[in-house]
């Protein structure tokens, strides 16, 4: 009952009108109760010295039977008046304490109600000011505390996401900043004289701005998938002709630095809900690493195996390895173990964080084991299988 009371403004409210009037009631019949005796003593004492001076006018004698008659009427309309003068009195004292303890009583609650709604006005106020750190205090289990709950939470969420609209910016700022500088100073230095005019230096800057470019696609693309702003064509997908014709796009490169490629697959792997070309974009992104972060005469395995009703693909490699304290971080946007290597590959940390997303879209889990510097890298995703 109690919790019921709690739980629902609507019950709060009828309860509080209800108390409101059962007290003004007990009020009044209170007051009344000692208004009266006063009230009663002082109008009806009038008509007790009325009637005893009749009573002393009758013992003389002097007055005939109707005149006494005349009395008695006239005694009972005084004695009518003193009582509706003396039961106004009474009430009207009795009205105004009621009135004055309802007033007060409705004002508390009103105050109930409107207090939380008042911080709520002034904390949305200062949201809209910029100030995201604005929140409300606790209003307990009804609609208004549900309400203050959920504003709260939209605060929040405003919060972090201007918190990251800010980093972004940031962060962005600060990728293109590198290559900008860069071929600012070449092409002042090709001003000055300072750099000869020769192809080398040509490809330099067009090698920066292909740079630029490449940031641009990528943040373009994260954008996309961050905002869930793409559409995934779902069909039944055989994995290990996706492999294969992602082994086939990067076969050249693996045998142009050296580095072997072996492939396992799990014989009769069942097929999958997916968008086969998202598929292809999240192996792209996990072998382009493993070939850039795999040196000379290295190896990359690729498995795929049933794990717990879900296809598992991990993408081993024996490179550089990730250091365990980078390890968490490695799928966060921006976020590179080795700034200049990733760079020099051409890479804006940007690239893991896509994968993970569109891994995720397909109702499924990636992340990354490695032993530690130099000990090489695995990245595994599961899928969940059809059926
Ligand atoms: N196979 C790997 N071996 C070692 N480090 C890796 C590997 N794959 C990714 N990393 C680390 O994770 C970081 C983020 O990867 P990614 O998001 O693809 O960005 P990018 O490749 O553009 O630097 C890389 O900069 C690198 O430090
Ligand atoms: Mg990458």
Redesign the pocket.
């Known amino acids: 009952m109690m919790a019921y009371f709690h739980k629902h403004l609507g019950v709060k409210l009828f309860l509080s009108y209800f108390a409101v009037i059962l007290i003004g009631a007990i009020a009044l019949i209170a007051t009344t109760r000692f208004t009266t005796q006063t009230a009663f003593n002082r109008h009806l004492g009038t008509v007790e010295q009325i009637s005893h001076s009749g009573n002393m006018a009758g013992q003389q004698g002097s007055k005939s039977i109707e005149e006494t008659g005349e009395q008695r009427i006239a005694f009972r309309e005084n004695l009518y008046t003193q009582f509706q003068d003396s039961f106004r009195e009474a009430i009207s004292w009795s009205a105004l304490t009621a009135g004055i303890t309802a007033l007060t009583l409705s004002l508390y609650l009103s105050k109930l109600v409107i207090i939380p709604v008042r911080a709520m006005t002034s904390a949305s106020r200062r949201i809209s000011e910029g100030h995201y750190d604005e929140r409300v205090q606790d209003q307990g289990e009804d609609e208004l505390g549900q309400l203050a709950h959920s504003f709260n939470q939209m605060a929040e969420k405003l919060e972090t996401v201007e918190e990251m609209r800010r980093q972004l910016i940031g962060d962005v700022a600060h990728e293109l900043r590198t290559p900008l500088t860069t071929i600012k100073g070449s092409v002042e230095a090709l001003e000055d004289g300072v750099l000869p005019a020769s192809a080398e230096t040509y490809t330099q800057i067009l090698h920066e701005a292909e740079r630029l470019n490449h940031l641009v696609d990528d943040l373009q693309e994260l954008s996309r998938v961050e905002a869930g702003a793409y559409e995934m064509n779902l069909s039944s997908t055989e994995i290990a002709s996706v492999i294969e014709t992602i082994q086939k796009r990067f076969g050249y490169q693996f045998e142009e630095k050296g580095i072997s490629f072996k492939k396992n697959l799990q014989p009769n792997l069942p097929s999958i809900q997916a968008d086969e070309p998202r598929i292809v974009q999240i192996l792209t992104?996990l072998l382009t690493?493993?070939l850039?972060?795999?040196p000379k005469g290295g190896e990359i395995k690729l498995e795929a195996t049933l794990v717990e009703n879900a296809v598992q693909i991990s993408v081993k490699?024996n490179?550089?390895?990730?250091p365990p304290e980078?390890l968490a971080h490695?799928f966060t946007r921006f976020?590179?173990?080795?700034k200049s290597r990733?760079r020099h590959?051409g890479?804006?940390?940007?690239?893991?964080?896509i994968t993970k997303h569109l891994v995720e879209a397909h109702g499924g889990r990636i992340w990354v084991e490695?032993d530690g510097e130099g000990l090489g890298?695995t990245?595994i995703l599961r899928l969940p299988s059809e059926g």
């Open positions: 992104n690493n493993a850039s972060y795999t490699d490179g550089v390895g990730i980078h490695i976020y590179r173990v080795d990733s590959a890479g804006s940390g940007i690239g893991l964080t490695s890298s990245f």
